[in-house]
């Protein structure tokens, strides 16, 4: 059993670009709260953050960027390079993502939880854990997936493989391993089936955490699962004036869930969303013409706000196109503002804005809590 009473504890691991996190999402799916370890450790080095100046101390002021946050290029340069370094990093930033992970498991309201972390296995994490999981692919894959993901050589990429211990150490120790190289139909299957092994009574009481729709006014909200790609390619097709299909769509769940809006049984409206590092970003947004937009954009973004609240978010982070900006009024009244990242204030905020604002999208931005995990201790 976990240290948590009441929870299902999944430790999820696997070496660099191996597909953990893609995992860690389908997961999500299927009704666990998941918590990212490696984004936590980022959060622990921002400026204000707890292991940001003991890192500076020990690494030195010529780390820092031009804002004065830790350049974590320039200290992977370091780390990665020498083993001694990585180790002291781990010593300054472990003990406080250990600290994050305890709250946000006995803070959440799931009861089965899944925590992903490469260095997993390496410390005592794997033993609050109930069950490992570790994704795995060929270490081609891994290069390609790095190079392509990170813009970094092929001499890079390989240094950041051989940094790690060896995956064969990770799939020994596991209890499932899941197979990320081939398809995503393929890795949903695999997930599906891992997920069906947790013992049954947690797996009921995850579920009830989710509700499939929700009514609000004359609208119904619906959350699509994979078994609805199909239904959504051909909504984003027809709403978003892009080419998607199914397969596109699975692959798209690797990464974010979606809200169907209903109208009278039809499909009028879509929402693409995910909470990463405890940051909701909505990046897709459609409505059909000829409805209340208003309304329409109320009851998805009420469902996304409900669903956030439940995976702890801290803010919320819309990317609008040109036509949806304009409904200035609406998103004041659901309490959104516009804003550009530069003016958010937290850096794990502006990091996930920068990640996804481009000149084609407005940033709107609404604070869900107050209170944030990893405030300076």
């Not at 204000?48 to 992977?76: C, H, S």
């Not at 199914?246 to 969303?273: N, P, T």
């Not at 990046?283 to 706000?305: P, T």
Request: with cysteine.
């Amino acid at each position: 059993m976990s240290q948590w009473p009441g929870k299902y504890v999944i430790g999820l691991t696997g070496n660099i670009a191996t597909g953990k996190s893609v995992v860690r999402k389908m997961l999500e799916h299927l009704g666990a709260y998941s918590i990212d370890a490696d984004a936590l450790a980022h959060r622990t080095m921002a400026k204000g953050a707890p292991a940001y100046q003991p890192i500076v101390d020990i690494f030195g002021n010529w780390i820092l960027g031009e804002n004065q946050e830790i350049d974590r290029t320039k200290l992977g340069q370091v780390v990665f390079s020498a083993p001694e370094a990585m180790q002291k990093l781990e010593e300054i930033t472990h003990p406080f993502v250990r600290q994050a992970i305890d709250l946000l498991t006995k803070r959440s309201k799931h009861k089965v939880v899944v925590i992903e972390a490469i260095k997993l296995l390496e410390g005592e994490l794997a033993s609050y854990c109930d069950s490992v999981w570790v994704a795995d692919a060929p270490e081609s894959l891994q290069l390609s997936r790095i190079m392509k993901k990170r813009g970094l050589s092929d001499a890079d990429a390989r240094q950041r493989i051989q940094a790690q211990n060896p995956q064969k150490d990770k799939i020994d120790a596991a209890d499932i391993v899941i197979d990320n190289s081939d398809s995503f139909e393929e890795l949903w299957k695999q997930v599906v089936a891992g997920w069906e092994k947790i013992e049954l009574s947690s797996v009921k009481d995850a579920a009830s955490e989710i509700v499939e729709e929700a009514k609000s006014g004359d609208f119904a909200v619906k959350r699509g699962l994979p078994r609805d790609s199909e239904a959504i390619a051909a909504l984003m097709t027809r709403l978003g004036k892009i080419e998607m299909n199914s397969s596109d769509v699975m692959a798209a769940f690797g990464e974010k869930a979606f809200f169907i809006l209903k109208l009278d049984e039809k499909l009028v409206g879509l929402a693409g969303w995910q909470v990463e590092n405890l940051v909701t970003r909505v990046s897709d947004l459609y409505i059909n013409d000829g409805i209340s937009a208003d309304d329409g954009l109320k009851a998805l973004l009420e469902e996304i706000e409900k669903a956030s609240n439940s995976l702890q978010s801290e803010a919320a982070l819309l990317f609008l196109n040109s036509e949806l900006a304009t409904h200035e009024k609406t998103w004041k009244n659901l309490g959104y503002e516009k804003r550009t990242s530069q003016s958010l204030g937290v850096q794990a905020w502006e990091d996930a804005a920068n990640e996804r604002l481009n000149a084609d999208r407005t940033l709107f931005f609404k604070q869900l809590r107050m209170d944030r995990v990893l405030r300076p201790i």
